[in-house]
């Protein structure tokens, strides 16, 4: 990744602490360059992150760990106009995408 955030890890311990990802399927609208993604792509069953600005999606599917390229799908969308499973989620997240 090109920089770090949340070094003392505040906002993991806090999104954590609100929401269970453990074995969900979350959706993530605003994903931008994974910043979110990495904080719970691990616990989650699967992850679809949506953003608008493809530079970032191209950031985000470089920095992808191979670890977890089986399970966090990275799609330039919007979620208004994105083609959603009909299954739907167990969670969504945004952060910074108002």
Do not use: C, Q, Y
């Not at 890890?9 to 979350?26: C, M, P, Q, Y």
């Not at 990495?38 to 699967?46: E, I």
């Not at 083609?83 to 739907?88: K, T």
């Amino acid at each position: 990744m090109s920089h770090r955030l949340d070094p003392e890890a505040n906002e993991t311990r806090v999104i954590h602490d609100l929401v269970s990802f453990t074995a969900k399927d979350v959706l993530e609208i605003g994903s931008g360059e994974g910043r979110l993604t990495w904080r719970f792509a691990d616990h989650a069953r699967s992850v679809l992150a949506l953003d608008v600005n493809p530079t970032r999606i191209a950031v985000a599917l470089d920095d992808l760990p191979d670890r977890l390229r089986s399970k966090v799908t990275f799609r330039l969308a919007d979620v208004i106009t994105a083609d959603l499973p009909v299954a739907g989620f167990d969670v969504a997240v945004l952060s910074w995408s108002l």
